[in-house]
């Protein structure tokens, strides 16, 4: 008769193997970890356990952990990244020479397929759901909207001496003021 230790471990074990398969499934993690109630172990893989590497040029390298869709969000951004601040850019069409604050979360989050048409930074307040987003945060007021993804912030505002326009920056700024939304499940 195998003792009782050894039972509750095999148990442990296979509500753990269950879980995993759950949390592998298309679309499991998602709704594993918007419903709660996971062990402690479990909570890692709700979470980004890997930032995002900011390359010399500018270009933000999405980390291999990161879903698809926020690897597409990184890669719309890095198209734009280069371009300059043009008020009202980016929301007459996502194709622009240039683009605003809020044209340009649009343009990278129409790459993940999170947005079909441009938002202004008004109308990204009540945006996607509620609270930060694990992997994709939009920050947005009546006159300003920027980004987070995979840790690092995507802002037409400059740091201190640099060019404005679309771009990733390592610091965060202040969210004072700013409606913090997130896509579903992101």
Known sequence: MPKRGFKLKAGLAIAMAIMVAALLAPGGASAACRTGGLTP???DICTPTAKAKLLAGGELIAPVSAPPRVKAVIAAANKIRTKPYVWGGG????????????????????????????????????????????????????????????????????????????????????????????????
């Open 91 to 186: 929301h007459a069409s996502f194709a622009s020479s240039g683009y605003d604050c809020s044209g340009s979360v649009s343009f990278a989050l129409h790459g993940g397929r999170f947005l079909e048409s441009p938002l202004p930074s008004g109308p990204m307040m009540t945006w996607g759901e509620e609270g930060s987003g694990r992997w994709i945060t939009v920050y947005a007021n009546a006159g300003h909207a920027y980004m987070t993804v995979a840790g690092y912030r995507f802002d037409t505002s400059g740091d201190e001496g640099e060019e404005t326009g679309p771009r990733w920056h390592t610091e965060l700024r202040t969210n004072e003021g700013f409606v913090a939304r997130h896509p579903t499940g992101f």
């Open 41 to 43: 172990a479990a909570i």
